[in-house]
């Protein structure tokens, strides 16, 4: 699904558009309304009825302009205001969003440094243990001997690898696989996981600005994650790809070697 604006047919209300959610299983997962108002009939605010219909604990936030999200999916540059009563929720949305521009726009800072990938990916991995644990994973590294380290920039190579870790562990099942290996004059970093019901297109979408993946939904996203990955990587000179092979899904960054 891409959780961008859903356009309801002409003369459906809110509530009927949040009925045909709920019915396939939208309770529970988070919503960026890009409208603002208030229901004719009872004054209520739009956010209000998302709770209404689909749970209090739903969480919503509003995207109210100036800009337009059409305009940010595209690409076109401009200007946004987030809000939501869930503090986290709106700090991880504006995160995200202002990162994304900062880094596509040119204005993220990037040194050129070696940086041991090796060493990054094993403090990433210890940083998510409880969320790898909670998740249910079975964590599987394997990292080829004799390493060269990588050109890059250190903050971002871990932005990098803790967006790869966190889409693992939000949408993959079973077994993650986190491979370190060599490639001619390249180093490979490689996320391998279960993926039960994801399909060839979701594979070729799954980097789009605003694409998540229906059947592995948690609504624990904003689907910025891996666009991020993507425009952080290609921004240090790094090359991005995924596969869906058997049921197991994998995202891996080629990463230029430093020696």
Not at 28 to 35: A, I, T
Not at 47 to 70: C, F, M, N, R, Y
Request: net charge negative; aromatic share 6%; glycine share 12%.
């Amino acid at each position: 699904m891409r959780p961008e604006c859903p356009k309801a047919p002409q003369g459906k209300s809110l509530r009927g558009l949040l009925g045909e959610v709920r019915a396939l299983g939208g309770t529970g997962r988070r919503f960026v309304l890009c409208m603002k108002g208030l229901e004719a009939a009872t004054g209520k605010r739009l956010s209000a009825i998302v709770k209404e219909e689909l749970g209090e604990d739903t969480p919503v936030a509003v995207w109210l302009g100036p800009g337009h999200v059409q305009e940010f999916t595209a690409g076109i540059p401009n200007c946004m205001v987030l809000d939501s009563q869930d503090e986290a929720l709106q700090e991880e949305l504006i995160t995200a969003f202002y990162d994304l521009s900062r880094i596509e726009g040119g204005q993220w800072q990037l040194e050129r440094e070696p940086v041991d990938l090796a060493r990054e990916l094993a403090d990433q991995l210890a940083a998510a243990y409880e969320q790898l644990e909670q998740a249910g994973l079975q964590v599987s590294v394997k990292i080829a001997d004799g390493l060269p380290p990588v050109w890059g920039d250190r903050n971002g190579v871990v932005r990098v690898l803790s967006n790869l870790l966190t889409n693992a562990y939000r949408h993959g099942t079973g077994t993650l696989e986190a491979r370190l290996y060599r490639e001619g004059d390249h180093v490979v970093s490689a996320f391998s996981n279960d993926a039960p019901g994801m399909t060839d297109e979701d594979v070729e979408r799954v980097f789009e600005r605003f694409y998540t993946v229906d059947r592995m939904r948690t609504g624990q996203n904003t689907g910025l994650g891996m666009a991020i990955v993507k425009a952080l990587a290609e921004r240090m000179g790094g090359q991005v790809s995924a596969r869906l092979e058997d049921g197991r899904f994998t995202a891996q960054v080629s990463w230029k070697a430093a020696g």
